[in-house]
């Protein structure tokens, strides 16, 4: 069976890829493999999160649908939590629960674009962002990748690619793959930037809840629904990565046409994790700050042990899980240099090509699956690669 041409040109799934690579190794117990590759919280959900989800098994209302938006009882609870944690929300009719961020993403730009149409779109990008573009025939324009600037977005060079098919100003903060946070004031003129221009501002904020700070005011305007639409996950926030918990929001006129499209892609977000979704907003504000600390420790201990060490990688911009890294290699792309740090040093990471153009010499590592104990001999393996 023959796929589209379409589809075939897009790059596979990196994560797939890269661990595809693991089948051609052996691993000793005196090099264990390290693995820097998927952003995956090394911590489970609490307890009582846990507890919470097995006594939801004995109700036989768990096992049906939901209205396509979610449960209002869940809406109203995630908006209570942005209110906490952005002294600003949104109603829950702004709101529409997602199969983890990735489909919000897809309810956004299939509402929002038409084939042809385009979104500019910061390098590095996250990867599913490109290939959801690219499967849905909406064309990146792709803002330079600046390593003087670590990779933040320059609101003079994005305003100069926006011509009369842009639909949309995508940017993701904290960065996957940079870990780099916009500052609050920029978000805001990016906005002021989209408002100008009858365009859109799109934020994929998966690791808002890892910055230690609100990450916008964007909530407290009373247009943002204008011109704003935020990509939400709650699977970093809450360990639930598995159970695929995000949120498209927007404008209600706008969530009231994307829900054409969750009713013919998902239905619904299944309830399991919307019961999971508004445990956590109920009562793990705690154990979120606790965990938020525990991750900006951890990328503290991996910049100082980074930067200690004689690797011969340089250290672009870093935060939040992750860290990009320029490799030594001129002769090697990312992918050979990611391929060869498997093979010879048993450490896993993403190649740069994987996150757009012209980032061969680079790599993404991801921290956020390793306890701190490991990492001294993650950055041991990349001395020695």
């Not at 994929?204 to 011109?227: C, K, M, Q, V």
Request: glycine share 6%; charged share 20%; aromatic share 10%.
């Amino acid at each position: 069976m023959q796929a589209s041409k379409h589809i075939e040109k897009i790059q596979p799934p990196p994560i797939t890829e890269v661990k595809n690579w693991l089948a051609e190794q052996t691993f000793s117990a005196d090099k264990p493999l390290v693995d820097l590759c998927q952003a995956v919280p090394s911590y489970s959900p609490p307890a009582e999160l846990i507890q919470h989800l097995k006594s939801s098994l004995d109700d036989p209302a768990t096992f049906k649908y939901s209205p396509d938006e979610g449960l209002p009882e869940v809406r109203q609870e995630v908006c209570a939590w942005y209110q906490r944690h952005y002294q600003g929300a949104p109603k829950p009719e702004q709101l529409c629960l997602s199969i983890g961020a990735s489909q919000a993403f897809w309810l956004a730009v299939s509402t929002l674009c038409r084939p042809g149409d385009e979104v500019i779109i910061q390098l590095p990008a996250y990867f599913d962002h490109l290939m959801g573009l690219q499967a849905l025939d909406i064309k990146p324009v792709y803002a330079p990748f600046d390593p003087a600037n670590a990779g933040q977005p320059d609101l003079q060079t994005i305003s100069r690619l926006i011509n009369s098919k842009t639909r949309a100003i995508l940017l993701v903060t904290p960065s996957n793959p940079t870990g780099a946070v916009i500052p609050a004031e920029q978000i805001n003129a990016f906005f002021e930037l989209a408002e100008a221009n009858s365009i859109s501002l799109i934020l994929d904020e998966t690791y808002n809840a890892f910055i230690g700070t609100a990450p916008h005011f964007l909530f407290n305007r009373s247009d943002w629904s204008h011109h704003f639409i935020q990509i939400a996950s709650f699977g970093k926030t809450f360990a639930l990565t598995g159970l695929r918990c995000g949120a498209l929001i927007a404008d209600q006129d706008f969530i009231q046409q994307a829900l054409k499209v969750q009713d013919s892609m998902a239905v619904c977000q299944p309830r399991t994790a919307q019961l999971a979704l508004k445990f956590g907003c109920q009562h793990l504000d705690g154990w979120i700050a606790k965990n938020g600390l525990i991750m900006r420790q951890r990328h503290d201990d991996f910049k100082t042990a980074f930067q200690g060490a004689d690797t011969g990688f340089e250290l672009i911009a870093s935060g939040s899980f992750f860290a990009w890294v320029k490799h030594p290699w001129r002769d090697l792309t990312g992918r050979q240099a990611a391929r060869r740090l498997v093979a010879e040093e048993h450490l896993i990471c993403l190649p740069g090509e994987a996150f757009g153009p012209g980032l061969e010499s680079y790599l993404r590592l991801s921290f956020g699956n390793i306890e701190s104990s490991q990492i001294p001999e993650a950055v041991a393996r990349l001395q020695q690669g």
